[in-house]
């Protein structure tokens, strides 16, 4: 059926009715007249060689410009201390930081991973990494030894940054990580620091580090930083990002999020989660922005809180943390956050509902915005001078070519579903690789690809179903494959079935992810037990802390059932599909590969 926009209920925007005037005043004229080429002119510095870095550009190029005295970073613990962070400080810091790394013989290309809280040495450490030419990997910090073994195996990681609280996971793995050598322990937040070989302590050797750094000349298409991301199959695979991506990120910085010179900016995604490195380091630092990073937990209180005491003005967050808000006894009207202007979202489908509430809530609508960790910054978002249709994600953004395609990569008709799919080349932030794995790569292209280095005319599929409406508007269907969103994070089925098979009980496990009104969905797994064993409450609950402890916190199944047989394909490919529409009570469809079940 052709779909097109439901059309009644569209947030018409005004020019004349903007506080400030937006960084783009026209949505059309811009895609028409833009070109990556000037952009890249007017915002990137290269050194004189032609060569460039990424954290020049977010740090050391503003001071030199004199902007060193403005703040980059308005830092609050977990705990309450407040720390203010100057552009020059920011410089010092992770120029010292780059001395560390050089004195462990860090070179380009070595991976460097960080598995720390949201304090400003995680900050710190990213941007000294990226000056020494090094691969900043960025983990999670709800990460259980599990997934922390798949990636510092993966990435054969050469360097650990973390501290005591930490630790103790990666103590328990470091044995199966022979190229893992050294260990920076970050104090901060623990006067018991662990003991043990190869461990490198952070104060100590900040302090003997020199301030001056040469930051190493690179590429644009040098490697930057790395996050691994999960598929339907197999474990997850490492996102290759390069320096160059720096462009794409302060352009959707500049141009989407708006921020303006004077804004306080806060981005609330996490730095182990690509929208922390792009929305919370990359994008606002390369802009010259002034932006808050809370370490504390969410909770509606504390956000509203640092809302208010920074009089935070651009706010970048996701669905499941609005609807978190919306169903509060804790309400926005109690707290003073005039001073907030633009609002947007990321992660999963924002729903209508949470826009009008946010219209009342605050008096300003939240933007959608749509990318994905391998394609590095925004692609189809809603800009501030858009008009909103609340439920479509927006329109491309200028210098980028989307469209619907079909399994062949051919364009389909206006208001039927298909793969969303970009122009591999108009992507300037698209991912260079996924680590150590050419096929998979490849995968993820249709049409004239690879000629060599280049992405020629191949789309870049997303993995996404959507369709476009009659105003080229794009609107999220669903995943095209098995893929969880869990609260906004990405979570492959696979990951969770191996790590409920490793429990003495189970045979085997399909996960699936299940609709739910707040975390967009939930993880469900379907256990087959071994002969004898029953399926007890304490037995859910045992299997469920298993994958907490083991795989990450947020990662376990939230309802598990036991089943006698999983439906599978002849080959013995579970077909969680059919799970799932068992689940929901939908027809199953198409069983022909099913085996009898
Ligand atoms: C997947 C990518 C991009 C930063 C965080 C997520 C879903 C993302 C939206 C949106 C509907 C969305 C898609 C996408 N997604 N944004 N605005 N509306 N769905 O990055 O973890 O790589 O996940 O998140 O399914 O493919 P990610």
């Given at each position: 059926m052709k779909k097109s926009s439901p059309g009644a209920h569209i947030i018409k925007k005004d020019l004349k009715k903007f506080p400030k005037i937006p960084n783009v005043t026209n949505y059309e004229e811009a895609y028409k007249n833009f070109s990556w080429e000037k952009a890249e002119k007017e915002y990137i510095d290269f050194f004189p060689d032609g060569t460039m870095n990424a954290a020049y550009n977010m740090i050391d190029r503003h001071v030199e410009k004199?902007?060193?005295?403005?703040?980059a970073l308005l830092f609050e613990s977990a705990t309450g201390e407040k720390e203010k962070y100057t552009y020059e400080d920011l410089r010092r810091e992770s120029n010292k930081f780059a001395n560390v790394l050089e004195s462990q013989d860090v070179e380009k290309g070595d991976r460097v991973f960080i598995f720390l809280p949201s304090i400003p040495e995680r900050y710190i450490a990213f941007i000294g990494i990226l000056k020494v030419g090094a691969i900043a990997g960025t983990l999670f910090s709800a990460f259980q030894e599990a997934a922390l073994l798949d990636r510092l195996a993966d990435s054969k990681a050469k360097i650990l940054i973390t501290n005591a609280v930490l630790f103790p996971r990666i103590q328990k793995i470091w044995k199966d990580l022979p190229h893992l050598e050294k260990v920076i322990v970050v104090?901060?937040?623990?006067?018991n620091q662990p003991e043990e070989k190869n461990l490198v302590f952070y104060n100590k050797e900040m302090e003997k580090a020199s301030e001056k750094f040469e930051i190493v000349h690179l590429s644009k298409d040098d490697f930057s930083y790395m996050l691994y991301t999960s598929g339907t199959t197999g474990k997850p695979k490492g996102v290759v990002h390069a320096h160059g991506d720096v462009l794409q990120a302060l352009v959707t910085t500049r141009d989407v999020l708006d921020v303006h010179d004077d804004d306080i900016y806060w981005c609330t995604?996490?730095?182990?989660?690509v929208t922390g490195v792009v929305y919370g380091a990359l994008g606002p630092w390369a802009l010259g922005a002034t932006q808050v990073l809370f370490e504390g937990r969410f909770s509606p209180e504390n956000w509203y809180k640092v809302l208010e005491e920074n009089k935070v003005t651009v706010w970048y967050t996701a669905p499941t943390a609005i609807r978190m808000l919306m169903g509060s006894?804790?309400?926005?009207?109690?707290?003073?956050?005039?001073?907030?202007?633009h609002l947007c979202s990321v992660g999963e489908p924002l729903n209508p509902e949470a826009i009008w509430w946010s219209l009342e809530a605050f008096g300003l609508p939240f933007h959608d915005t749509w990318w994905q960790t391998e394609q590095g910054s925004i692609t189809i978002p809603n800009y501030p001078i858009m008009d909103i249709k609340p439920g479509s994600m927006g329109k491309p953004l200028p210098g980028i070519i989307a469209a619907i395609i079909d399994d062949k990569g051919n364009e389909i008709p206006q208001g039927e579903e298909g793969h969303l799919a970009?122009?591999?080349?108009?992507?300037?932030?698209?991912?260079?690789?996924?680590w150590g794995n050419e096929e998979k790569f490849k995968s993820y292209f249709v049409g004239d690809w690879p000629a060599g280095h280049s992405l020629g005319d191949a789309w870049y599929i997303s993995g996404d179903k959507a369709y476009k409406d009659e105003d080229g508007y794009f609107w999220f269907i669903g995943r095209a494959d098995d893929v969880i969103k869990t609260s906004g994070e990405r979570v492959g089925p696979f990951e969770v079935e191996s790590s409920l098979v490793e429990c003495e009980e189970v045979v085997e496990a399909g996960v699936i992810g299940k609709p739910d009104e707040l975390r967009g969905e939930i993880i469900k797994a379907f256990v087959v037990l071994k002969p004898g064993i029953e399926g007890t409450a304490e037995l859910i609950e045992k299997l469920k802390l298993h994958v907490k402890k083991h795989l990450a916190g947020h990662a376990y199944p939230r309802e598990i059932e036991f089943i006698d047989k999983l439906p599978k394909t002849r080959s013995g490919k579970i077909m969680r599909r059919v799970l799932k529409a068992k689940e929901l009570g939908l027809p199953i469809g198409d069983t022909s590969t099913l085996e009898d079940y």
């Open positions: 004199g902007k060193g005295k403005k703040t104090e901060r937040g623990s006067l995604a996490d730095l182990g989660w006894e804790v309400k926005p009207k109690d707290y003073a956050l005039s001073s907030l202007r970009l122009k591999a080349s108009t992507v300037q932030s698209l991912m260079k690789q996924i």
